[in-house]
């Protein structure tokens, strides 16, 4: 690694911004939406190929993390280049993609998204500490992987097929998982990072022990910063409310909103009939995803057995 920079943290973060820019140049240039998704996904197959690389040290932790990225990246890159190929523009950028500034404002959250939720990643592949691979953070993170990466493929290939079905036009998406979740997606994305959080974790005491310091520590803000945007930004809020005021007067979807969680998947007869306290502080069912009021009987007060 470079003197003074152990752990790879300047050379990830010029390597990500140097390849947003030059994404970003191509897409302003030739008004081409094709690449922007691709540019995320594959940044991070980048990232964890080259700290493994230099790092010098591999590890069966280190292997297995950067399989795990490459797997989850490469599906996910591949996935939304199709995605974009088939549709042909990407509708979020309708209003900033003639704007200079604006437009480059996505990518600048795009270096900040790629680099940061990578930092756990990061910090295992650079690391000299190498504790017995299967700690019981080991075991977990590692189960935690693969049922997160594995609802998220399902479901994106389920919604991709649904909306490419001609009988499905201007409905929403309410097949397989997404009987469970209305984001069943968002979940599996979630639980993954927080997985290869979690077994990053199993080196953050030797490596404090071995002089590296404590700062692994830190690398927690990458999932949560996943998470908080999702929760908050520009992921569910933003869904739930192009949903709500698209269906806001059909009574099905009022319905399957009532029965169905917005993140965690759940079956959803029993889920209608958990009092909306629980849903609020274990299901995530927050009043900023229905400023509709859609599917009212979901507030305090209603009687969940009316229908």
């Given amino acids: 690694p470079p003197s003074g920079d152990s752990h790879l943290l300047l050379l990830t973060l010029i390597v990500t911004v140097a390849m947003q820019l030059t994404f970003f140049f191509v897409a302003a240039t030739f008004k081409?939406?094709?690449?922007?998704?691709?540019?995320?996904?594959?940044n991070f197959?980048?990232?964890?190929?080259?700290?493994?690389?230099?790092?010098?040290?591999?590890?069966?932790?280190?292997?297995?993390?950067?399989?795990?990225v490459l797997v989850w990246g490469l599906r996910l890159s591949l996935f939304l280049l199709v995605r974009i190929l088939k549709i042909g523009t990407d509708n979020r950028f309708d209003e900033t993609r003639d704007d200079f500034l604006r437009f480059l404002?996505?990518?600048?959250?795009?270096?900040?998204?790629?680099?940061?939720?990578?930092?756990?990643?990061?910090?295992?592949?650079?690391?000299?500490?190498?504790?017995?691979?299967?700690?019981?953070?080991?075991?977990?993170?590692?189960?935690?992987?693969?049922?997160?990466?594995?609802?998220?493929?399902?479901?994106?290939?389920?919604?991709?097929?649904?909306?490419?079905?001609?009988?499905?036009?201007g409905k929403w998406c309410d097949v397989g998982l997404w009987t469970y979740s209305r984001h069943p997606n968002y979940f599996g994305e979630i639980l993954l990072w927080w997985g290869l959080f979690t077994m990053s974790s199993s080196v953050f005491g030797p490596a404090d022990n071995n002089g590296e310091g404590d700062w692994g520590y830190v690398t927690i803000i990458g999932p949560i910063f996943l998470s908080f945007i999702l929760l908050f930004v520009s992921g569910i809020p933003?869904?739930?409310?192009?949903?709500?005021?698209?269906?806001?007067?059909?009574?099905?979807?009022?319905?399957?909103?009532?029965?169905?969680?917005?993140?965690?998947?759940?079956?959803?007869?029993?889920?209608?009939?958990?009092?909306?306290?629980?849903?609020?502080?274990?299901?995530?069912?927050?009043?900023?995803?229905?400023?509709?009021?859609v599917g009212s009987s979901n507030s305090p007060g209603n009687n969940l057995m009316d229908e």
């Fill in 238 to 293: 933003i869904l739930e409310k192009k949903s709500d005021k698209k269906f806001s007067n059909n009574e099905i979807y009022s319905r399957y909103k009532k029965r169905t969680s917005c993140l965690i998947p759940f079956p959803p007869g029993i889920f209608e009939r958990i009092p909306f306290i629980v849903k609020q502080v274990f299901f995530f069912e927050w009043p900023i995803y229905n400023e509709a009021n």
């Fill in 45 to 68: 197959v980048v990232l964890a190929i080259l700290t493994f690389i230099l790092s010098e040290s591999y590890s069966t932790r280190q292997i297995l993390i950067l399989v795990f």
């Fill in 105 to 169: 404002g996505f990518w600048v959250y795009q270096m900040l998204w790629v680099w940061t939720v990578s930092l756990p990643v990061t910090f295992v592949q650079t690391t000299q500490a190498d504790p017995s691979f299967g700690s019981p953070e080991d075991v977990a993170g590692t189960i935690m992987f693969i049922i997160g990466l594995t609802i998220e493929a399902i479901s994106d290939q389920q919604k991709f097929s649904f909306k490419n079905d001609r009988a499905n036009a």
């Fill in 32 to 42: 081409f939406d094709k690449v922007t998704d691709f540019a995320g996904g594959s």
